[in-house]
C-alpha cells in the first residue's frame, strides 16, 4: 500500500543471527501491526501497537521484539530464539474506524 | 479463541464461472468483518469490509459478500469471475472485545481461473 514501506525485500539469515525488519509509514496513522504468512496458515499476528512506546503481544510472540520509538516506524527483531523463522513477514498500518492496510511484505530466509 | 474457518483451500474455475467462497467465525459477539486479497506478487488489498447496517456489501472489482449473523457466516461472491480474478483470497475478523484491534484470519482460499 502507498504509504507503508517495509524494507528489504529479502533477507537472509545465518542460524542463531537476530535480524530486523523495517516498517515505516507516513500516513499518521496511530496503530502498527506486524504478521507472518505461512503457506496453508493465512496470516497470524505478531506484535501490535496502538500508540509510540506501547506494544502488545499477538498470538505467535516467542522469538520476536519490538520497539515504538516514533509513530511513523515499528521494527521487528527476529531473534535467535525463533524456531523457524523462514516465513513472509507483513507490516500494517489502521487508523481509527479503519481496515488495516499492508505493505509489501519482506521475504526472510534462513541460510 | 476466535478462529476464521474457510472451507474451501483451493478452488478452480473456468472464467465467467460463479463463484463463492465460505467463511464462518466463532466469535458471538460484535464483529468487523474484512475479505482481503493478494494477487501474484503483490501485496494484501481489501476487497470488501462489513461493519455495521446493510448485511450485503459490495466491494472492488465485482465483489460481494453477505454477513448471516445466525451462522456466524461471511461469504464472498461473484457472479462471473475472470482469469484476473486469480489470488489468495482471506477472510479475516475483528472483535469488540479486543477493541477491534485484533485482526483474526482464515488460512485462505487459493482461487485459479482458467481462460
Known amino acids: 500500500d502507498g504509504g507503508i514501506t517495509q524494507s528489504p525485500k529479502y533477507l537472509f539469515r545465518k542460524e542463531g543471527q537476530n535480524v530486523t525488519l523495517s516498517c515505516e509509514q507516513n500516513l499518521n496513522h496511530d496503530a502498527m501491526y506486524w504478521y507472518r504468512q505461512d503457506p496453508g496458515q493465512g496470516l497470524r499476528l505478531i506484535y501490535y501497537?496502538?500508540?509510540?512506546?506501547?506494544?502488545q503481544k499477538g498470538d505467535i510472540a516467542e522469538g520476536y521484539s519490538v520497539s515504538r520509538e516514533k509513530k511513523e516506524s515499528f521494527p521487528l527483531t527476529v531473534t535467535s530464539a525463533q524456531k523457524n523463522p523462514t516465513a513472509f513477514y507483513l507490516c500494517a498500518v489502521r487508523q481509527a474506524n479503519q481496515p488495516q492496510h499492508f505493505g509489501d511484505g519482506t521475504r526472510l530466509s534462513i541460510l | 479463541a476466535q478462529s476464521v474457518s474457510q472451507h474451501n483451500h483451493h478452488v478452480i474455475l473456468s472464467e465467467a464461472a460463479s463463484l463463492e467462497l465460505g467463511c464462518n467465525y466463532s466469535?458471538?459477539?460484535?464483529?468487523?468483518l474484512f475479505w482481503y486479497v493478494q494477487y501474484p506478487g503483490q501485496h494484501l488489498q481489501l476487497l470488501l469490509k462489513y461493519f455495521s447496517g446493510d448485511p450485503l456489501v459490495k466491494g472492488i472489482k465485482g465483489f460481494e459478500a453477505e454477513f448471516i449473523k445466525s451462522k456466524f457466516s461471511f461469504n464472498l461472491r461473484k457472479p462471473s469471475v475472470q482469469w484476473s480474478d486469480t489470488a489468495e483470497y482471506f477472510c479475516?475478523?475483528?472483535?469488540?472485545?479486543?477493541?477491534?484491534?485484533?485482526?483474526?484470519f482464515g488460512t485462505g482460499t487459493r482461487l485459479l481461473v482458467s481462460p
Open positions: 479475516a475478523v475483528t472483535q469488540r472485545n479486543t477493541g477491534f484491534q485484533k485482526l483474526v
Open positions: 501497537s496502538q500508540i509510540v512506546n506501547d506494544f
Open positions: 466469535y458471538g459477539g460484535t464483529v468487523n
